[in-house]
């Protein structure tokens, strides 16, 4: 059980208290039945500090109503009493230095997300280097993410491999046969972020080599060669990468203007946003087992409903807006006041309701609504559990001789406020564009990203959705070979390394020269450039790239030597 302090508190226009607050909590506001079923169930307790002591808040019943005090009789003062009222401003509009939403995507699904990068050629595949007189084409794999060792963690990094195929030759001559070497490299990679004006959010790469052996060549090679290539591929860990990148924001997340992000080992990316300045310290929920999920906060969850009813009727109800609305026009019903809470698994709503015809009549609620996931990945408000309780003693009186027809009447008017009739009603809280907008994480719209939601879970903190990722790639290994010949030389190189393997690794190369002749390369020998000498004639060279997957395209280049 965890215990909150509250430092302000809500009222009615007759004095009675409806909710408790804390300007610097992200529970903040909780309105009493909430806090009433928090204190009985032993979720949260709840703590005020006035006039020099501190009391526990203890919810008792009374002639069937449950209320909240700090002390078991009206004898005793109530420290509640000496607590100010509601600040300005709506209520639980965000908090500082917490999150709004919180975005995770988990190892599975960042591996894909990667992959599909890289096959989208966001992420880097080829560079071409000058060293000792060198040209080093260099053709990299999908990267992978792998924990840092400890003395090198922390939340704002990640360890990257690579594995890179290389062919290096000389700049002064075309016929140089060069040499061939598959090296595995590793860096550390630290990112920010910063958001600009317009849901805009720039996400800087810093790189740096990971250790003394940050590169390593995985053939023997001369010592003069592994010099050309070490000062080569540590130029490109260094210098060679893209350090900042603009990401557009989906249109549902500009207001959150401020973003942090972490790694959580092995390769668990999380993602925190708000419309408010983050504290260093903001927390973060911890992972869900799943490809992804979205943690919105009670904030967040509130906001969608209270826009939901500001898109039906025109306004929002206090404390969030400033209007009573008008939700039974039969029976002149309006929503005076309401709050949000998450309970027990359950969607919470408490308020007021004030009919205005002769007599007036004044009523308090508390509606808990079921949510249930559709398969369109909508967050749906299902059936209403409503209690409702008649303030003047006429309109009770009324009520018990009638039947229960005000009651009733009333009800009916909440239900179609908050969950509509038929399909017009604001039902749907949460989108599948929403949710597959947050799952693309603003990326190149060349990946084609799926995501499907599968598991929601409701909180005390807030509402998490979570499923499945699937990014399709194309998987065509892409082969561009060409020949090249000094004029008058039967020696020939077949150059291949333009070639790659979108979102994987290319492991072997099957080489065919057109003369009756071939060569097989893979593991740390495979060979995207080899030399080759020719008998006069006019032949057909021919290579087949196979990836990690085993999938296989072949190319071919037409060699005449005279």
């Known amino acids: 059980m965890t215990a909150r302090t509250v430092t302000f508190v809500w009222r009615d226009r007759r004095g009675r208290l409806i909710a408790l607050g804390n300007e610097n909590e992200s529970w903040s506001p909780v309105a009493t039945a909430e806090a009433v079923l928090h204190i009985r169930s032993r979720t949260h307790s709840y703590e005020v500090t006035a006039g020099g002591e501190r009391a526990q808040v203890l919810a008792y019943r ?184 603009a990401m557009q924001l989906p249109p549902d997340l500009e207001a959150m203007s401020h973003v942090q992000l972490r790694f959580v080992d092995p390769g668990i990316l999380q993602i925190g946003l708000s419309g408010q300045p983050l504290a260093p310290t903001a927390t973060y929920p911890t992972p869900e087992l799943s490809d992804w999920s979205v943690s919105l906060s009670r904030w967040q969850v509130a906001q969608a409903i209270y826009t939901s009813l500001a898109d039906r009727f025109g306004g929002a109800p206090p404390p969030f807006g400033s209007d009573s609305l008008l939700i039974d026009a039969n029976e002149d019903i309006y929503l005076t006041q309401l709050l949000v809470g998450l309970s027990d698994g359950v969607l919470l709503l408490t308020g007021t309701l004030r009919r205005e015809a002769t007599p007036v009549i004044t009523a308090e609620f508390t509606a808990r609504l079921g949510l249930s996931l559709e398969s369109t990945g909508a967050v749906r408000a299902g059936d209403v559990d409503l209690d409702i309780d008649l303030v003047e003693w006429y309109a009770a009186a009324f009520d018990f001789f009638s039947g229960g027809s005000l009651t009733q009447a009333i009800k009916d008017g909440v239900v179609r406020a908050l969950v509509g009739e038929g399909n017009g009603g604001p039902s749907s809280f949460f989108t599948t564009s929403l949710l597959t907008a947050i799952a693309q994480a603003g990326l190149n719209r060349e990946i084609v990203v799926e995501s499907q939601a599968d598991r929601l879970e409701v909180r005390s903190s807030g509402l998490v959705v979570s499923g499945t990722l699937t990014v399709t790639r194309s998987a065509e290994v892409q082969v561009v070979l060409r020949a090249l010949r000094e004029q008058g030389s039967a020696q020939v190189i077949l150059d291949a390394t333009d070639s790659w393997a979108p979102g994987s690794t290319l492991v072997t190369a099957r080489w065919s020269f057109g003369d009756g002749q071939t060569l097989n390369t893979g593991g740390p020998d495979l060979r995207l450039a080899v030399n080759h000498e020719y008998a006069s004639g006019s032949h057909q060279a021919a290579v087949e790239l196979v990836n990690q997957q085993g999938e296989a395209a072949s190319g071919t280049v037409a060699v005449d030597v005279s």
């Open 62 to 245: 009374r002639e069937g109503r449950w209320y909240l005090r700090t002390a078991p009789d009206d004898q005793s003062a109530d420290n509640l009493d000496r607590l100010p009222l509601q600040p300005t401003g709506p209520a639980g509009a965000g908090v500082a230095g917490s999150f709004d939403i919180v975005i995770t995507i988990g190892e599975t699904a960042l591996r894909e997300l990667i992959d599909g990068m890289h096959a989208s050629e966001i992420v880097q595949h080829q560079e071409t280097l000058v060293s000792q007189g060198h040209f080093v084409k260099i053709v990299m794999s999908a990267p992978r993410l792998r924990p840092l060792p400890a003395p090198e963690r922390d939340a704002t990094s990640i360890g990257i491999l690579t594995r890179v195929c290389c062919w290096a030759s000389r700049t002064d001559s075309v016929s140089d046969p060069g040499f061939s070497a598959i090296a595995e490299l590793s860096s550390r990679a630290t990112v920010t972020v910063e958001t600009v004006p317009g849901g805009t959010v720039r996400v800087g790469m810093a790189y740096t080599p990971l250790g003394s052996n940050a590169v390593q060549i995985l053939k023997p090679l001369t010592a003069e060669q592994e010099q050309i290539l070490r000062l080569a591929l540590n130029r490109w860990l260094v210098d060679g990468r893209p350090g900042a990148q």
